[in-house]
T-cell receptor, first 113, second 115 residues
């Protein structure tokens, strides 16, 4: 069965700090990978996705993620965070053979002004 | 175009009752998935419907059921409610199911509180 782990439960950063949120998955086949964000009081929104091609994908709001197949990882990065990035971030995996989405437990990011 | 809508947004029930939640997907989307979100368990997949058929099911008891109508709208039903069913129930729609492109768009959720 698929599973997704996220390295940190809660990350606290100051504005302008660099961000890296870890995501690892276990699945035997080919996958689609996603990062979703949930801002306080808002619904889940897609940040970025990887299906194929360049393993470095760029998303909205300056976020990017790198798929490293050998490590089963899809870490999210941003060079300089802002207070408005305070949110919960979820990594998700979908097996290409039609398996359902599996979400990681989420990482809460708090950015201090 | 309009996003995914869920009704009601908030619901309070007591143990033993049943509840029905509704989800209207984005126009043209044929796949609807349901998730339960709780602080302790995170986001857990309940089931997915595509063209009125359940395609995938998560590890939830039979008290949780769903259906999809010909217009792709979906309902989720929980019978014999338990305190642990208190959660945010999210619906997500996508164009298709089981394809290599399956971006999901989420609704705002229904906050269910069981007393």
């Amino acid at each position: 069965a698929q599973s997704v782990s996220q390295h940190n439960h809660h990350v606290i950063l100051s504005e302008a700090a660099s961000l890296e949120l870890g995501c690892n998955y276990s699945y035997g086949g080919t996958v689609n990978l996603f990062w979703y964000v949930q801002y306080p009081g808002q619904h889940l929104q897609l940040l970025l996705k990887y299906f194929s091609g360049d393993p470095l994908v760029k998303g909205i709001k300056g976020f990017e993620a790198e798929f490293i197949k050998s490590k089963f990882s899809f870490n999210l990065r941003k060079p300089s965070v802002q207070w408005s990035d305070t949110a919960e971030y979820f990594c998700a995996v979908e097996g290409r053979s039609g398996q359902n989405f599996v979400f990681g437990p989420g990482t809460r990011l708090s950015v201090l002004p | 175009k309009a996003g995914v809508t869920q009704t009601p947004r908030y619901l309070i029930k007591t143990r033993g009752q049943q509840v029905t939640l509704s989800c209207s997907p984005i126009s043209g989307h044929r796949s609807v998935s349901w998730y339960q979100q709780t602080p302790g368990q995170g986001l857990q997949f309940l089931f997915e419907y595509f063209s009125e058929t359940q395609r995938n099911k998560g590890n939830f008891p039979g008290r949780f059921s769903g259906r999809q109508f010909s217009n792709s709208r979906s309902e989720m039903n929980v019978s014999t409610l338990e305190l642990g069913d208190s959660a945010l129930y999210l619906c997500a729609s996508s164009l298709s199911s089981g394809s290599s492109y399956n971006e999901q768009f989420f609704g705002p959720g229904t906050r269910l509180t069981v007393l």
